[in-house]
Protein backbone atom coordinates (compact mmCIF):
# COMPACT_ATOMS: atom_id res chain seq x y z
CA UNK A 1 0.00 0.00 0.00
CA UNK A 2 1.39 3.29 -1.47
CA UNK A 3 1.27 6.50 0.92
CA UNK A 4 -0.64 9.80 0.23
CA UNK A 5 1.32 12.48 -0.86
CA UNK A 6 0.54 15.88 -0.05
CA UNK A 7 0.12 16.95 -3.77
CA UNK A 8 -2.17 14.21 -4.29
CA UNK A 9 -4.58 15.62 -1.00
CA UNK A 10 -4.33 18.77 -2.24
CA UNK A 11 -5.56 18.20 -5.54
CA UNK A 12 -8.41 16.11 -3.72
CA UNK A 13 -9.37 19.17 -1.96
CA UNK A 14 -9.59 21.34 -4.98
CA UNK A 15 -11.87 19.02 -6.44
CA UNK A 16 -14.30 18.87 -3.49
CA UNK A 17 -13.89 22.53 -2.87
CA UNK A 18 -14.83 23.25 -7.17
CA UNK A 19 -18.09 20.56 -6.32
CA UNK A 20 -19.10 22.80 -3.05
CA UNK A 21 -19.12 26.05 -5.13
CA UNK A 22 -20.84 24.20 -7.73
CA UNK A 23 -23.65 23.31 -5.47
CA UNK A 24 -24.26 26.22 -4.15
CA UNK A 25 -23.85 28.09 -7.32
CA UNK A 26 -26.59 26.24 -8.57
CA UNK A 27 -29.25 26.56 -5.14
CA UNK A 28 -31.07 28.73 -6.54
CA UNK A 29 -32.22 27.32 -10.17
CA UNK A 30 -32.44 23.89 -7.85
CA UNK A 31 -34.82 25.44 -5.17
CA UNK A 32 -37.06 27.74 -7.89
CA UNK A 33 -37.48 23.66 -9.13
CA UNK A 34 -38.54 22.10 -6.31
CA UNK A 35 -40.54 25.55 -5.28
CA UNK A 36 -43.13 24.25 -8.64
CA UNK A 37 -41.78 27.67 -10.40
CA UNK A 38 -43.26 27.71 -13.90
CA UNK A 39 -40.10 26.44 -16.40
CA UNK A 40 -39.65 30.14 -17.67
CA UNK A 41 -39.19 31.30 -14.18
CA UNK A 42 -36.66 28.48 -13.51
CA UNK A 43 -34.70 29.50 -16.62
CA UNK A 44 -34.70 33.01 -15.72
CA UNK A 45 -33.46 32.65 -12.32
CA UNK A 46 -30.81 30.10 -13.53
CA UNK A 47 -29.61 32.60 -15.90
CA UNK A 48 -29.49 35.23 -13.42
CA UNK A 49 -27.35 33.09 -10.92
CA UNK A 50 -24.76 32.88 -13.30
CA UNK A 51 -25.14 35.97 -14.69
CA UNK A 52 -24.61 37.95 -11.75
CA UNK A 53 -23.97 35.32 -8.84
CA UNK A 54 -20.68 36.51 -9.02
CA UNK A 55 -21.08 39.42 -7.27
CA UNK A 56 -22.89 37.66 -4.08
CA UNK A 57 -25.46 40.63 -3.89
CA UNK A 58 -26.93 39.08 -7.24
CA UNK A 59 -27.01 35.76 -6.13
CA UNK A 60 -28.78 36.56 -2.84
CA UNK A 61 -31.74 37.66 -4.85
CA UNK A 62 -31.35 34.82 -7.23
CA UNK A 63 -32.11 33.08 -3.77
CA UNK A 64 -34.63 35.05 -2.66
CA UNK A 65 -36.45 35.16 -6.17
CA UNK A 66 -36.49 31.53 -6.34
CA UNK A 67 -37.71 30.62 -2.57
CA UNK A 68 -40.76 33.58 -3.18
CA UNK A 69 -43.92 31.74 -3.50
Excluded at 43 to 63: E, H, K, P, V, Y
Aim: net charge positive.
Amino acid sequence: MTPIDAQTVSIAKYIVAAGVFVCVALAPAYLAAKNGKAKYDVMRIRAASWLFGWTGIGWLIALFWAIRK
